[in-house]
């Protein structure tokens, strides 16, 4: 797998949860990482991105209650979620999108999602 997710599960509402996206240095150093969420009955929705030099882009809803990071040591990108309502129940993805270093050839990649459920 080019994406390898982990960190979610259970949560009460007002709790805390960080997921992990570990990839390989390719992918890490070529293009945007960022999260992705879908909640039941909804569509898959951006929730963070970050670029190779560090600029990061947040859903409004997003914003002051997650935050997004990456570990270039580890060639890992981290979501750190605060605040958490259940409306925040939702498969969440990692993503890996850009254009392979020295070709014309793009790649978007999703991990396989894991689970955050926020009870109320």
């Known amino acids: 797998a080019q994406l390898v997710e982990s960190g979610g599960g259970l949560v009460q509402a007002g709790g805390s949860l960080r997921l992990s996206c570990a990839t390989s240095d390719r992918i890490f150093s070529s293009g945007v990482m960022g999260w992705y969420r879908q909640g039941p009955g909804k569509q898959r929705e951006l929730v963070a991105s970050?670029?190779?030099?560090?600029?990061?882009n947040y859903a409004d809803s997003m914003k002051g209650r997650f935050t997004i990071s990456r570990d270039v040591a580890k060639n890992t990108i981290y979501l750190h979620m605060n605040s958490l309502s259940p409306e925040d129940t939702a498969v969440y993805y990692c993503?890996?999108?850009?254009?392979?270093?020295?070709?014309?050839?793009?790649?978007?990649?999703y991990g396989q999602g894991t689970q955050v459920t926020v009870s109320s």
């Open positions: 970050v670029t190779t030099d560090g600029n990061i």
């Open positions: 993503n890996a999108k850009g254009t392979w270093p020295g070709s014309i050839n793009g790649y978007n990649f």
